[in-house]
């Protein structure tokens, strides 16, 4: 049988899993591995989220079908955070959606939205469902710098210029996923204000919503007046409330966009588990403080791992939002790529990261660090990595060798 079906020749391999591949045999071969690959929060959900769903799976009324849509309480319940939060008003029956995690929502808004050959624009390094999402819909993609300033909106500005057939959305998603970039009012009515003349769609992703530091809470792009013209907003409760195994998200916003996902979603679920539902709006109605010990913890993670760093002589950014470090590869090891850096990484210093060129080819220069692992760990990590870069001839050649070998298998 031709196992080349069109949907997946549209995929290309993943770049995660030669890594996660070796990952995995350097576990089986008994080494501790100390793993900021994938984003996934390692903090327990906090317990009065565990015991609502503990409660409410006890009534047998909920083990039924839920409701595609989302229970009428958590939709309000989102509108409520939307309120308090940013300021924003959602009608919560047209303008406000559940979904079974963000990633979902964004790929069955791509299937609602697309047609064949429709072009998207998308920040390159972006979160691979950011593109991919749009190529499994038979979408083409237009890249566009992922920096939120006046060298983005000149290209955002050309692309829709020079491209047929005309872009119909465009994806943003600040504090960024993997560059922990983060974006203004100022810019987001910069966007909105374009895209509403060009009749462009906007597709927000607003995961990080709540994993900022230093006080400085990230905009919602709905607050600005008009947004809801063109713009849908995807937010989750995997990193507010390190809930990423329960699948809950949103998508907000224009009512049109709202109802095409609803439409889409109709046809292929019936909504995340009730008790989960229940679960989550306890999240969002009831105490905030476990937020602010989460966004602490990342925030501690996050100074010790960049002063680690730093002390083993690897200057990084800073990042003001999210849960990762956007980190260039250091000076000795640039020309190997992220690829082979992280193998060279996991080999040598036993610490896991993700290859930026798994974010796209723009993000190759780089490797991802999710602050995912406590700071005991995080110490141990920045030692084994100031070990490798004081003396990095011998992984230097070992990497060369590898190259050598795969260069004589091909
Ligand atoms: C930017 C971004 N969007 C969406 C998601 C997926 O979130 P969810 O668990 O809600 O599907 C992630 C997960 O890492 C992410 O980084």
Redesign the pocket.
């Given at each position: 049988m031709n196992t080349e079906f069109h949907r997946i020749r549209r995929l290309p391999p993943y770049v995660f899993a030669e890594v996660n591949a070796m990952k995995a045999a350097a576990r089986a071969a008994g080494a501790d591995i100390i793993d900021f690959g994938m984003?996934n929060p390692d903090l327990p959900t906090p317990p009065h989220i565990v015991e609502k769903l503990v409660e409410t799976v006890q009534d047998p009324r909920t083990h039924r079908y839920s409701n595609s849509r989302g229970i009428p309480g958590l939709r309000k319940a989102l509108a409520g955070y939307y309120q308090k939060r940013f300021g924003v008003t959602l009608d919560p029956e047209t303008e406000a959606i559940v979904t079974i995690?963000?990633?979902?929502g964004?790929a069955n808004l791509a299937q609602a939205i697309t047609g064949p050959g429709d072009m998207i624009l998308v920040p390159n390094p972006s979160?691979p469902?950011h593109q991919f999402g749009f190529i499994i819909a038979d979408g083409t993609v237009r890249y566009l710098p992922v920096e939120p300033d006046d060298a983005f909106l000149d290209a955002l500005e050309r692309a829709v210029l020079h491209s047929q057939p005309k872009p119909v959305a465009l994806v943003l998603?600040y504090p960024s996923?993997p560059t922990a970039l983060t974006a203004d009012l100022e810019f987001y009515a910069k966007v909105v204000e374009f895209c509403r003349a060009q009749d462009i769609i906007i597709l927000s992703?607003l995961?990080?919503s709540e994993i900022y530091f230093d006080g400085v809470p990230p905009p919602s792009i709905l607050q600005i007046p008009g947004a809801k013209d063109v713009a849908v907003e995807?937010t989750?409760l995997?990193k507010t409330y390190s809930m990423?195994g329960w699948?809950i998200?949103f998508a907000a916003g224009n009512p049109r966009l709202i109802g095409a996902l609803a439409r889409v979603k109709s046809y292929l679920d019936y909504g995340a588990f009730t008790p989960i539902q229940v679960a989550a709006a306890a999240a969002l109605n009831g105490p905030q403080d476990c937020v602010a010990e989460t966004r602490a913890i990342y925030q501690e993670r996050r100074d010790v791992l960049v002063d680690g760093l730093v002390r083993a002589g690897w200057d990084v950014p800073v990042p003001s939002a999210s849960m990762y470090i956007w980190a260039p590869i250091p000076e000795p090891f640039t020309a190997l790529g992220s690829v082979a850096f992280s193998k060279l990484l996991l080999k040598h210093a036993h610490v896991a990261v993700s290859p930026g060129l798994g974010f796209g080819e723009n993000g190759d220069g780089h490797v991802r660090i999710a602050l995912v692992e406590n700071t005991q760990r995080i110490r141990q990590a920045t030692r084994s990595i100031k070990q490798l870069l004081s003396d990095p001839d011998k992984a230097l050649a070992d990497a060369a060798d590898a190259a050598q070998m795969s260069v004589a298998a091909k």
């Open positions: 984003g995690g963000s990633k979902e964004l979160y469902i998603c996923n992703d995961a990080y995807f989750s995997s990423p699948r998200g």
